[in-house]
């Protein structure tokens, strides 16, 4: 089993900067051999993919937020990153990690972020 934490989330301005972490932990897992994924979930909508980064360090992300937010990894600490620039109040949501091994899904227990105008 793997366990994500999430930590960075808060009240930001429109325009300014965020960054998510989430550090994966548990007894039987290799950090380095999972592909991450962000995700978030404004309130009525339904959960998206924001964006994923892999084993071999490729990232894709959804339209909206490309040029915006960029992944990374730092494999040695089993900790991957969200970085978020000029935020929008569309970005308000609540942020998850996640992680699928063996196409079982892992998910973090979500970061609120609240972008204001």
């Known amino acids: 089993q793997v366990t994500l934490v999430e930590s960075g989330g808060g009240l930001v301005q429109a325009g300014g900067s965020l960054r998510l972490s989430c550090v994966a932990s548990?007894?039987?897992?290799?950090?380095?051999?999972?592909?991450l994924a962000w995700y978030r979930e404004a309130p009525g909508k339904q959960r998206e993919l924001v964006g994923y980064i892999t084993t071999t360090d490729s990232t894709n992300y959804t339209d909206s937020v490309k040029g915006r937010f960029t992944i990374s990894r730092n494999n040695a600490e089993n900790t991957f990153y969200l970085q978020m620039n000029s935020l929008k109040p569309e970005d308000t949501a609540v942020y998850y990690c996640?992680?699928?091994?063996?196409?079982?899904?892992?998910w973090g227990q979500g970061t609120q972020v609240t972008v204001s105008s």
């Open positions: 996640n992680t699928d091994i063996r196409n079982l899904a892992y």
């Open positions: 548990g007894s039987i897992f290799s950090f380095k051999t999972m592909d």
